[in-house]
């Protein structure tokens, strides 16, 4: 039973299309979050969630749209693709936002060409 | 703009050696955790230090919290080939929000 999934795990695609990356967790957190890890490693938060409200947006293009039909799913739609927007994409939830683990799920890597 | 530097960045050491990663930021934080990320998955929960000057112990690896709440270290001793990762600290704010540090790669030699 994986807790923090997401989908797809890999994503080609060309510049100028528009893709979609689901996500679910099943632990009961109130939290969700989208991460950007670029090609150095480095994790930053996109967008935080709280029990379906929007809660944290990092000056994220607004290409970036985040959307939590239920406190269960956070899905992030991306518009228009860009070459720099080539990065594993992490989603993750926890319990009390911040102050508690995150668990993350697996990572979509999205190559846009 | 908070901001958590670890060094080093990359870490190469022999399997028994011992190793200490560090993680510094001129902002406090409420509390500190430390994640291990291995290739293909996402970063995974080690330990959370929320106390100014605690020291948290998990077998090999001791995480010790800064007094003042900026910056903490992880110790490794007698390194193995299964403690290869990247090592991510992460710090909460007052706002909550989780700030990731910049990442040590470590790489234990058999």
């Known amino acids: 039973d994986t807790a923090v999934s997401q989908t797809p795990k890999y994503l080609v695609t060309q510049m100028g299309n528009d893709k979609s990356i689901k996500c679910e967790q099943n632990l009961g957190h109130d939290t969700m979050y989208w991460y950007k890890q670029d090609s150095k490693k480095f994790l930053k938060i996109m967008f935080s969630?709280?029990?379906?409200?929007?809660?944290i947006n990092e000056t994220v293009p607004n290409r970036f749209s985040p959307k939590s039909p239920d406190k269960a799913h956070l899905n992030l739609h991306i518009n228009s693709l860009e070459l720099g927007d080539s990065a594993v994409y992490f989603c993750?939830?926890?319990?009390?936002?911040?102050?508690?683990?995150?668990?993350f799920g697996q990572g979509t890597r999205l190559t846009v060409v | 703009t908070q901001l958590l530097e670890q060094s080093p960045q990359f870490l190469s050491i022999q399997e028994g050696e011992n190793l200490t990663v560090y993680c510094n930021s001129s902002?406090?934080?409420?509390?500190l955790q430390w994640y291990r990320q291995e290739p293909g998955e996402g970063p995974v929960l080690l330990v959370t230090v929320v106390t100014g000057g605690e020291v948290k112990k998990l077998k090999r690896l001791t995480f010790q919290f800064g007094d003042a709440r900026k910056d903490s270290s992880l110790h490794i001793t007698a390194a193995q080939p299964g403690d290869t990762g990247l090592y991510l600290c992460a710090g909460a704010s007052g706002n909550e929000k989780l700030t990731f540090g910049t990442g040590t790669r470590l790489t234990i030699i058999p």
């Open positions: 902002s406090v934080f409420s509390s």
């Open positions: 993750a939830s926890s319990a009390l936002q911040g102050l508690t683990e995150a668990f």
């Open positions: 969630y709280n029990n379906k409200e929007l809660i």
